[in-house]
């Protein structure tokens, strides 16, 4: 595939020529948007915390390393099962040599973060297998909304992340709502990919609100809050708030396919302005199928960041290349934001520097 | 006074004049910060809520109208108890004329705004007079300068306001502690300033924090954590984060004097980056005497929007000349900068025309 600087065009390769000379020298604002679910508790949904009650602690601990450069309401920095560091490292590396301002935006959390953060007033969801997933999801998109407006005013562009444990359980669930076909399409940050257990919950949750496979292709809003997690209206807000008047990077894997169907049930017209930032794991993930679930959407441009650490000197980064953690917390978008402003200056290999210094600096150093 | 554009420049001329230069033409950032206080319960401190319990409201339903142009959380708009509409009027009109971007801060409130706000982790302050007012003041000033830092990529100038029942007497509290005379200097909302009041609630509260006059003037956060507010240390730290790179136009009163001597105490580099912006009605107050606080602490310049209701059509505009309301929410900052940012375009008078159309909108057709 086609590169421009370490930016692989993935996906309407001409629309990614066009979506990178939009943003290429220009200052972006990189916007993390977190949340958390018991969803993500369900055993085997989620790697992003250690035991199911962490996942409550991972989106407030990566949204404290993005602004602070390290973690404060918890020791370190969040890690898979088996000690592999949290994406974030990646995004904090990319938006700090870039020199990206940051905002971090909460869609409902149990855990607040020990920053400043934009609240908008949104509650941490429930297990979507009670159909009873996110409160006032509305209020949440409709105050997303007004903090997109004011915030694109403020920047070239937006690159928008997230982290919510169990997010592409409540990806699948709320595409199959909207009449996505995402099933076995969706990614996981493990290497072996759940599907079934993934499918196993959501058939039940949307069972138990009485949803059909598309039957609220025309209610996202419906759809988030039966099955879906905060971090959607949240973030589906901001790009709707955003995207009028400004390009805007959604920066994530598949996750972003259903952030994708609820902006384009609400405002088809700002589709143009809207790509897709993942990281080059994330495409090769034999396990999951980006391309296929977009192409059912909408054909927005997909760019995936090349980033390698095959020749890393950290055996948590060098499992990357087989096929751990692969995206979140925006990394991928980060990395294109970054390599983007420095027109290439900031490179892959500058970028696995810096992301070796800060491994060194937050998990070498705490295990000795 | 010397004016450029409607802009008077009320103190330090030249350093006005740099001022405006600096800022004429360019993009600004409206940052609101937000807080209430039992202390604006003890009847006759606050004008900003017709009854005690109702200026909890105010700061809310002041963000609320500065972001979405009309309230949520209280029907109508804030009024004093003669029905006169609160200052945010002012400042709307301003910054939706000059279309600049508004973000709000909380740095403790009993009400949340019904929109999209930075929340900083505090908490509603307690009555100065128990000397127990600001709960983690320090936290909230360290958070706000990350948030500081982070805005001030964003545009390429601050300017903050601020809302909170009862600042004048909080101001009042922390300039004595910090050895700034402030008695008998710091202004008020209503024609009668209730002096004797305020420097008998403020005597109570130094007396019960073991404070004497000038004992903290090199500890701002014990001053603010005894007898302060919340809006303080969230303001304080988003100066000290943004003007290290950008100006910042202070937008308000006599507040603003607690704010300059809290930001002097821990940072003088940054002073040179400062502006206080207020109105007409404000350095035309002889209950008050702003020039004569600012000397006591530092000589950043004063300017002041010209504004003149004389002729307006409506009653509750005209009371303004005969000293009600006089600022808040900073509408005079906000004014300077929406004529600065249109190089005079827009100029008082259009600025009249603007808010009387916001006037007759949110105040006479509720009425009728």
């Known amino acids: 595939m086609k590169k421009i600087y370490d930016i692989i065009l993935a996906y309407e390769e001409s629309k990614c020529e066009d979506f990178i000379k939009r943003i290429e020298g220009k200052k972006p604002l990189f916007i993390h948007v977190i949340g958390t679910t ?42 898979t099962p088996e000690g592999i560091p949290t994406p974030a490292l990646i995004t904090m590396s990319a938006l700090r040599l870039a020199d990206v301002p940051t905002l971090i935006v909460s869609g409902g959390v149990k855990i607040r973060p020990h920053i400043p953060f934009i609240d908008l007033g949104g509650k941490s969801g429930g297990d979507i297998r009670s159909g009873k997933a996110v409160a006032d999801a509305e209020e949440i998109l409709v105050r997303a909304r007004i903090a997109g407006e004011n915030l694109s005013k403020l920047a070239d562009y937006l690159v928008i992340g997230e982290s919510v444990p169990g997010g592409t359980t409540t990806a699948l669930a709320v595409m199959l709502a909207m ?30 609100s009485g949803i059909k496979f598309g039957s609220l292709s025309n209610d996202p809003i419906t759809a988030i809050s039966c099955v879906g997690d905060p971090m959607m209206p949240a973030f589906a807000g901001l790009v709707l708030g955003a995207a009028r008047r400004s390009p805007v990077l959604m920066a994530g894997g598949t996750q972003m396919c259903a952030i994708l169907a609820i902006v384009k049930a609400l405002d088809q017209t700002i589709l143009q302005n809207i790509a897709i930032g993942t990281t080059r794991w ?24 090349d980033l390698d650490f095959a020749r890393s000197k950290f055996n948590g980064l060098r499992v990357y290349e087989e096929g751990f953690v692969k995206e979140g917390v925006g990394a991928g978008g980060a990395s294109i934001a970054a390599m983007a402003k420095s027109r290439g200056l ?9 992301i070796e210094r800060n491994y060194e600096r937050l998990v070498m150093l705490r295990r000795s």
Do not use: F, W
Request: charge should be negative; proline fraction near 8%.
């Open 38 to 79: 018991e969803t993500a508790k369900i055993p085997g949904i989620s790697a992003a915390g250690k035991y199911p009650e962490l996942t409550d602690y991972t989106p407030a601990a990566d949204a404290e390393l993005l602004l602070l450069g390290s973690c404060k309401c918890i020791p370190g920095v969040p890690t």
């Open 179 to 208: 009449g996505v076909d995402a099933r076995g399409k969706v990614s996981s940050s493990m290497p072996y990919n759940p599907h079934e257990l993934k499918i196993r919950v959501v058939e039940e949750g949307l069972r138990n």
């Open 282 to 305: 994330l495409i090769s993930d034999r396990s999951a199928d980006l391309k296929g679930i977009v192409s059912q959407i909408a054909d927005v441009p997909i760019m995936a960041a």
């Open 346 to 354: 900031i490179s892959k290999a500058v970028l696995l520097e810096e």
